[in-house]
């Protein structure tokens, strides 16, 4: 499974790519707000930081102008996957540019049968919100589960299921555990996953017997 970021926070990226987890990032026009710079900008500089598939998001929902804002987000670099809205213009605007040889990433994508029309129209990464799901008390992995099936059975399709919305560590491993390709995850959730009450207590527990015996490899 491969790990993408959602964020824009530059430091927050060096910091994850020099764990050797990143493989991508993911970013939305909210997220690069917060940052008060300009977003072509952004997207620039995290593209040159991170040699994986970095997400940049159209402003418009008009399908002749997605598809001109993505082959300008495109330009940017080859690492950069224009991402659009499931909607009819949204993906007009995914096959228009899937001719094109740009990669795409179809977010906001809330049942299965949306799925299948994202992998029709030639998206790179299909995008659905788990969490959202959730918080209105429907069955976020259960939506993974259904688009991973779905997606197995057609072996002319490529899309890759992008799980986004992470809340938490369990919605992270329930989407490996049902064969999700990648998981876009905030950088609180990360670290959470490296957080075990018996990995601290081990810890503790070792360095207590290495400074009892006053010796040092350094």
Known sequence: MKFFVDTAEIDEIKALLETGLLDGVTT????????????????????????????????????????????????IADNLVVKLPLT????????ALSQEGI?????????????????????????????RLDDIAQDGMGLISDICQVYSMYPDIHTEVLVASIRNPIHLMEAAKMGADVATIPPKVIHQLFKHPLTDAGLEAFMKDVASTKQSIL
Request: glycine share 8%.
């Open 88 to 95: 009819f213009d949204g993906i007009k605007a995914c096959y």
């Open 103 to 131: 990669k795409t990433n179809v977010t906001l994508c809330f049942s299965s049968a949306q799925a299948l029309l994202a992998a029709k129209a030639g998206a790179t990464y299909i995008s659905p919100f788990v969490g």
């Open 28 to 75: 939305n026009p909210s997220l690069i707000a917060k940052s008060g710079r300009n977003i072509l900008e952004v997207l620039k500089e995290i593209c040159e930081l991170v040699p994986g598939a970095v997400s940049g998001e159209v402003t418009t929902t008009v399908a002749a102008d997605m598809i001109a804002e993505g082959k300008k987000l495109a330009a």
